[in-house]
């Protein structure tokens, strides 16, 4: 069934030409955001993969307020050689977080035992950033979503506007 925005009042066409509007900046605000976490983490993938060797691998059991929860961080350190110039490195990805299950800190540690050589990628600008694991990709695999209401969005306050010449 079509409707007819010609025959509604104008403060009706007003209220779905600001709701087409709101759903379309929404969808784009979101459609960004996923968008720069997938450059994110493509970025990393263009880093240079370097030796490291693990040095220490351990989690940290923190409190942010003495009412929280505890939180478990994991805590990695590697030593790598760049350009001839030795450095330590502590990110196991982009974005380290901690979790309020030791299991799930745990997993995130474990294919990092102490002693162990692994590869880690450096960025070539800054030599001292380095990250053991890549992020995900899935942000670019989710961002149809809010293309939707994007395309919704639009297609209402076109739908408004067009409706008005007649």
Not at 13 to 38: E, K, N
Not at 96 to 122: M, N
């Amino acid at each position: 069934m079509m409707y007819d925005s010609s025959s509604s009042p104008l403060a009706g066409r007003f209220w779905l030409a600001s709701l087409g509007l709101l759903l379309a900046a929404a969808g784009a605000v979101f459609t960004w955001v996923l968008w720069t976490a997938w450059q994110r983490a493509e970025e990393t993938r263009r880093w240079s993969p370097v030796p490291c060797r693990i040095v220490m691998s351990r989690l940290e059991k923190e409190r942010p307020t003495p009412n929280s929860n505890p939180a478990f961080k994991p805590l990695v350190r590697y030593h790598y050689t760049f350009e001839g110039r030795e450095f330590t490195g502590t990110r196991i990805k982009r974005v380290d977080s901690p979790s309020q299950h030791e299991e799930v800190a745990l997993t995130k540690i474990a294919p990092y035992p102490v002693g162990s050589k692994q590869v880690c990628h450096v960025n070539p600008a800054q030599p001292e950033m380095a990250v053991l694991k890549h992020d995900t990709r899935a942000a670019l695999y989710s961002i149809w979503f809010p293309l939707l209401f994007v395309l919704g969005g639009a297609r209402i306050t076109w739908g408004v506007v067009r409706g008005r010449g007649r």
